[in-house]
């Protein structure tokens, strides 16, 4: 069992994710760079969490895509 995240991390992820569907990937680096260009978010710590979460839900969309 993982951690439990934040709605608030939940909801800007997403938000972005499906904002700019073509930027994101699975890779946590290129996601943290990209939140980081697109987002006004000063939080290193806050960066991250976001950056992960889309990492996590483009992986939760690509599995949903093999599986159709």
Do not use: C, W
Not at 28 to 43: G, L, M, Q
């Amino acid at each position: 069992m993982g951690r439990i995240r934040p709605t608030f991390i939940k909801r800007t992820a997403m938000e972005l994710a499906n904002r700019y569907p073509k930027l994101f990937t699975t890779d946590f680096e290129t996601n943290k760079r990209i939140v980081k260009e697109i987002a006004d978010i000063d939080s290193k710590e806050f960066i991250n969490k976001v950056a992960g979460y889309i990492t996590h839900y483009q992986k939760i969309l690509q599995r949903e895509k093999e599986n159709q």
